[in-house]
C-alpha cells in the first residue's frame, strides 16, 4: 500500500510542478499581446511573429496543463447522476471509462506524437502559415511529453479508483487548488466535525 500511495504522491507531485511551470506561459502570452498592441497602436510597427508565438504559448499551455486538471480532480464531468451514486460505484465507473476511452486516447496521443515530432525535428518544421516563418518542432516535442505526464496522473487516478473500491473512500488529494463547491463542502465537514 506504500507503493500506491507513493505513486500517487509522486504522480500528482510531477503533474502540479509542471502545470505550475507552465502557468506562466499565461504571464508571457500577457507579455507578447501587451507588446504587439503597443508595436501596432502607438509605433505603427506591428510584428509578423507576434501571432505564431502567442500560439505556440496557448498550446503549450494547453498541452501541458492536462496532467495539472486531472490532478485537481478539475476536468469537466457530467456529474448530476455521478455524485448520486456511492464512492465505490464513482471509482467502478471511472475505471472501467479510463481503459475504454483514456487510456486508448492519451496513448495514442504519446505514441504517435513520438514520430509527430520527430518528424518535424528532423525536417526543422517551420509554421506554414507565418511570415515569420518561425519554428514550430520544439512546441511539437511537448505533445509526446503531455502525453506521457497524462499517463503517468492516469495511472495514479485507477490506482485511486483501486483504493475507493476497496475502502469506499477517495484518497486525499494534494491541497493544492480547490474548486469553490469542494472548498466549501471541506468547510462543512470540518464544522460538524467539531
Known amino acids: 500500500m506504500d507503493f500506491v500511495n507513493n505513486y500517487i504522491k509522486f504522480a500528482e507531485s510531477l503533474s ?3 502545470g505550475k511551470g507552465f502557468a506562466w506561459c499565461i504571464v508571457i502570452l500577457c507579455l507578447g499581446t501587451v507588446y504587439e ?4 497602436y502607438l509605433f505603427n510597427a506591428p510584428t509578423l511573429w507576434n501571432f505564431d508565438f502567442s500560439l505556440q504559448m496557448y498550446g503549450a499551455l494547453f498541452l501541458m496543463a492536462g496532467a495539472y486538471t486531472l490532478s485537481c480532480d478539475a476536468h469537466v464531468r457530467g456529474d448530476v447522476i455521478y ?8 471509482a467502478k465507473i471511472d475505471l ?28 526543422k518544421e517551420t509554421s506554414w502559415n507565418s511570415p515569420a516563418q518561425i519554428q514550430i518542432y520544439m512546441i511539437k516535442t511537448l505533445i509526446p511529453v503531455a502525453g506521457f505526464i497524462l499517463i503517468n496522473q492516469g495511472i495514479s487516478e485507477v490506482m485511486r479508483c483501486v483504493i475507493a473500491i476497496k475502502t469506499g473512500e477517495w484518497p486525499e488529494r494534494q491541497d493544492d487548488v480547490l474548486e469553490t463547491e469542494q472548498k466549501l463542502m471541506r468547510e462543512a465537514r470540518e464544522k460538524e466535525g467539531l
Open 96 to 123: 472501467v471509462l479510463y481503459f475504454l476511452f483514456y487510456f486508448p486516447g492519451i496513448c495514442a496521443l504519446a505514441f504517435s506524437g513520438i514520430d509527430y515530432a520527430g518528424n518535424a525535428w528532423q525536417s
Open 37 to 40: 498592441v503597443t508595436m501596432a
Open 16 to 18: 502540479r510542478w509542471v
Open 83 to 90: 455524485r448520486l451514486f456511492s464512492i465505490p460505484t464513482q
